[in-house]
């Protein structure tokens, strides 16, 4: 069955970086799309960046573009997520999602069928 397997968050001081990975297994991982999405407390759940299967094609939502970097490991079914500059409002569970190629049109958490069950990130 379909595993998604987040790691690498953690508590970090403002200006600070974090390094996010997800381990994916039971589906045929390169021909997904893959994103990460973030979620605060009250707040409802935010793409934050979108690779698709080569990895050649990236979109980022606006408030961590050049902050963030997105990347994916086709050899070794694993997403990553490079998180530089980070601010407090960057605190939240930060999920991977995995979605078919022709399912993937962006952001939206909609679109995407399997999801891990999430790693925190605080930033103070």
């Known amino acids: 069955h379909v595993q998604l397997v987040e790691s690498g968050g953690g508590s970090v001081q403002a200006g600070g970086s974090l390094r996010l990975s997800c381990a994916a297994s039971?589906?045929?991982?390169?021909?997904?799309?893959m994103g990460w999405f973030r979620q605060a407390p009250g707040k409802e759940r935010e793409g934050v960046a979108v690779?698709?299967?080569?990895?050649?094609?990236?979109h980022y939502a606006d408030s961590v573009q050049g902050r963030f970097i997105v990347s994916r490991d086709n050899a070794k079914n694993t997403l990553y997520l490079q998180m530089n500059s980070l601010k407090p409002e960057d605190t939240a569970m930060y999920y991977c999602?995995?979605?078919?190629?022709?399912?993937?049109?962006?952001?939206?958490?909609?679109?995407?069928?399997?999801w891990g069950q999430g790693t925190q990130v605080t930033v103070s």
């Open positions: 690779i698709w299967t080569g990895g050649g094609s990236t």
């Open positions: 039971g589906y045929s991982y390169s021909s997904y799309c």
């Open positions: 999602a995995a979605t078919p190629l022709t399912s993937c049109y962006g952001l939206g958490p909609s679109n995407f069928r399997y």
